[in-house]
């Protein structure tokens, strides 16, 4: 099957569905049918955000530079976080820190846990989960993007030169044109033909991508217990979690592992565009909240 979508492409798509989740929240009615819509579509964009994070992190040439531009955007974007959600007309309440310093916080674990001293990994897999549970995304976050790192690791492996592998050839550190950390590569694997390093890949994706699943099911059964009674509880439960799916479906079956193909500003556009977007259409919300 073709894989035709690029990171930008799938990112535009989480973006776009961020903006209509952040409307539901600040401007509709909860319990109405586009509240509904728009919060359904707005799911995808954390699990997205996760997985490219994870792909970021083993991609990055710079990881502290990476940590750093994500620090300073959560920075920027908490005073518009704040201004938005304080006009929201919703009883969900916000989280103290926005999303970014919740990626920070996992870009810090996935450097500890690459780290080769053992001592600080314990005291830090503890705390980051507790500081991430005053950010958005709450504790979500880090367990999505460990998944996803454990994913790209086991994917890595089957694809590394010295894995054992029979049928097709799959693409491999040697294959031009693939993603790769030094001579690990990393994300889908590309193969136009089965192997058995793609279907081990695919099988370890279908798992993955489950655990994810059944994490927000379980995690919107908690918050909507107070919301919703017995008898439609589990319904509502199962409705949010049709972004996570529809993530699962653009990142495993169309996702070609690959950015889109351009230079000069195009590149710097899209480098930047991802970290402005957010502060950015927060502030946007807040000035129309409070001009209608």
């Known amino acids: 099957m073709q894989r035709s979508l690029s990171r930008e492409t799938i990112k535009y798509l989480a973006a776009l569905a961020m903006l209509l989740d952040h409307i539901a929240v600040i401007f509709l009615r909860e319990g109405s049918m586009w509240y509904t819509a728009f919060r359904m579509a707005g799911g995808m964009t954390a699990v997205s955000m996760c997985y490219f994070l994870a792909e970021g992190f083993e991609k990055s040439s710079n990881r502290r530079n990476y940590r750093l531009r994500m620090l300073v955007f959560a920075l920027l974007a908490q005073a518009p976080y704040q201004l938005a959600f304080s006009q929201a007309r919703t009883s969900i309440s916000f989280a103290p820190l926005n999303m970014l310093f919740n990626l920070f916080l996992c870009l810090c674990l996935l450097e500890v846990m690459a780290s080769p001293t053992e001592k600080a990994r314990m005291p830090v897999l503890v705390l980051v989960p507790l500081l991430c549970c005053v950010c958005d995304w709450s504790f979500l976050a880090p367990a999505y993007v460990m998944i996803f790192h454990r994913l790209l690791r086991t994917r890595s492996d089957a694809l590394s030169p010295g894995s054992q592998s029979t049928g097709s050839p799959s693409v491999g550190s040697s294959a031009p ?26 099988r370890a994706g279908i798992i993955a991508w489950g655990k994810v699943i059944g994490l927000n099911v379980l995690f919107s059964v908690l918050v909507l217990f107070d919301h919703f009674g017995p008898e439609t509880l589990w319904w509502c439960a199962f409705l949010s979690v049709a972004g996570q799916i529809c993530a699962f479906a653009l990142i495993e079956f169309g996702y070609n592992g690959k950015c889109r193909a351009s230079g000069g500003r195009m590149k710097y556009f899209r480098k930047w565009f991802f970290y402005l977007w957010y502060p950015v259409h927060l502030l946007m919300l807040w000035v129309y909240a409070i001009v209608c």
Not at 178 to 201: D, H, I, M, W, Y
């Open 177 to 202: 044109g693939s993603p790769s950390v030094g001579n690990r590569p990393v994300g889908n694997l590309f193969a136009s033909t089965p192997s058995a390093a793609s279907r081990a890949g695919h």
